[in-house]
């Protein structure tokens, strides 16, 4: 899966997951509100497949995590969904 990061000066770029902990480390670093609904089922889907890597647990946290990156918005000049 890959997903789009702002950078610090503002820049957007792609990064790439391959692994629930890569999505794990990219949630909880971002600039998402924690309080957001997307945000806390992509992360309670992320944690129970870490602990339990069950194809259908890695799924259900793949599709909540694309769910989170398609409810943020980003300014309109960007064409592509970011997490930060």
């Known amino acids: 899966m890959t997903l789009y990061q702002t950078r610090h000066d503002g ?3 792609a990064v ?3 692994t629930t902990r890569e999505a794990f480390k ?3 670093v971002g600039k998402v509100p924690v309080s ?3 945000w806390q089922t992509a992360f309670d889907k992320l944690v129970k497949a ?3 890597p069950l194809p259908r647990k890695v799924e259900e946290a793949r599709e ?3 769910r989170l990156s398609a409810s ?3 300014p309109s ?3 592509r969904r970011s997490l930060h």
């Open 11 to 13: 820049g957007v770029h």
């Open 16 to 18: 790439r997951i391959c």
């Open 26 to 28: 990219v949630l909880t």
């Open 36 to 38: 957001a609904d997307e």
């Open 50 to 52: 870490l602990l339990d």
């Open 64 to 66: 909540a995590l694309l």
């Open 72 to 74: 943020v918005t980003l």
């Open 77 to 79: 000049d960007h064409a």
